[in-house]
């Protein structure tokens, strides 16, 4: 047996038939033995029946006219406002401002990694490509190419830097067949 | 359209999508009346009622392409409709807010359809439409969305669902909650006019 509190959850599912059996059976026997759930049951039912029998509202007779009227005007405000415009930025897609940000940026990294590459003293080649130049350079060459590193050595470069100032080995590696010899290590690289 | 009658709603709003306005009048003569129906019982005033209607079937037309078939198009134009009556309640009580104004929609005159049955009602102690009506009205909005949508445009649990955006089972109880409450407020009325 159900109490009242549970009769009022289920009262419409009961009433649109959407309960199981079991459930069913248990609401009609407290509704048999409770007049005043009983009541309440009957009352919204009532109520229900009511609004389905509600007089049917129908719109005016100029109804269609008045939504033509109302498409075309507001599609004539649509072509008006269109020609009225010329530039205006809310044309532009979106997403053509993120792709011209996008392009900024590469363009920017691409000239700031050039700057980089082209006068920073401290950035070496890595170890092995070092070595590749070394075996490839000819031996006039070999006392101006710095030092071979150790890690350690690379890590504090201000060291290096210093010995640089020193020789003349600035000035080889900006030779055009120096940094050919580069290109070629890094590509077998 | 001759054969218009026998397509779907789905597949009237795909020839449309196309091109074919013919499409668009079937919608409207098939919907003016049931979503005129469904704003009146909404707003209780049928100038607006016709002016949702009317903007629902604008922006149909307008946001044709928008309509995709995963929900089914009946459910779709009545969350548009039902979207815009809620948009002019709430311009509604914001006026009402401005102006200090204390006539609200349930203290107005309100031009109720004439119904025969009513007087009959009376004699059998049912509640008639016009009592109803304002009770619904009084009741909170999300109450009377599914109230309507379920009891007078008779729409199932699932669609009721898709247009008020909620798990079913929310939809269940608020629709039990919804006819508990107007039947509460109904017998408060019928105690007002007692006294009085």
């Not at chain 2, 020839?15 to 469904?38: S, W």
């Amino acid at each position: 047996m159900i109490s009242c509190y549970q009769f009022k959850t289920i009262i419409s599912q009961y009433m649109d038939k959407d309960i199981s059996f079991q459930g069913r059976k248990s609401f009609e026997e407290h509704m048999d033995g409770c007049p005043g759930c009983k009541q309440l049951y009957q009352s919204i039912l009532s109520t229900k029946n009511s609004m389905l029998q509600f007089a049917e509202m129908r719109v005016s007779e100029n109804f269609l006219g008045d939504l033509r009227t109302k498409i075309l005007a507001e599609r004539n405000a649509r072509i008006e406002a269109s020609l009225n415009k010329g530039f205006s930025l809310n044309r532009i897609p979106s997403f053509a401002y993120g792709f011209a940000a996008a392009l900024v940026a590469v363009i920017i990294g691409f000239y700031l990694l050039e700057f980089q590459t082209g006068s920073s003293p401290a950035q070496m080649p890595p170890r092995i490509v070092q070595e590749k130049i070394q075996q490839k350079t000819p031996d006039s060459e070999n006392s101006r190419t710095p030092p071979l590193m150790s890690r350690g050595q690379y890590a504090n470069s201000e060291n290096y830097t210093d010995s640089l100032e020193h020789s003349d080995s600035q000035n080889a590696r900006t030779r055009p067949d120096f940094q050919n010899n580069i290109k070629t290590v890094k590509k077998e690289y | 359209m001759k054969d218009s009658f026998k397509l779907t709603d789905e597949e009237l709003i795909r020839r449309f999508q196309a091109g074919d306005e013919t499409a668009f009048e079937e919608i409207v003569n098939r919907y003016k009346n049931r979503l005129m129906n469904f704003a009146y019982r909404f707003v209780l005033d049928r100038e607006e009622a016709e002016d949702i209607v009317q903007d629902t079937f604008l922006k149909v037309y307008q946001n044709r392409y928008a309509y995709k078939e995963i929900a089914k198009f009946s459910t779709w134009i009545y969350t548009i409709t039902a979207n815009l009556a809620k948009t002019i309640l709430r311009k509604r009580r914001n006026r009402k807010l401005f102006f200090f104004s204390r006539l609200g929609p349930e203290d107005k005159d309100m031009d109720f359809p004439s119904n025969e049955r009513d007087a009959q009602s009376k004699i059998e102690g049912k509640f008639d439409e016009q009592t109803i009506q304002k009770a619904i009205i009084k009741l909170p909005e999300h109450f009377r969305t599914a109230i309507i949508l379920r009891d007078i445009q008779e729409l199932s649990y699932e669609e009721i669902s898709n247009i008020i955006n909620a798990p079913l089972g929310t939809v269940k109880s608020r629709i039990n909650r919804a006819r508990l409450k107007l039947r509460e407020d109904l017998q408060e009325m019928r105690g007002n006019e007692k006294i009085n």
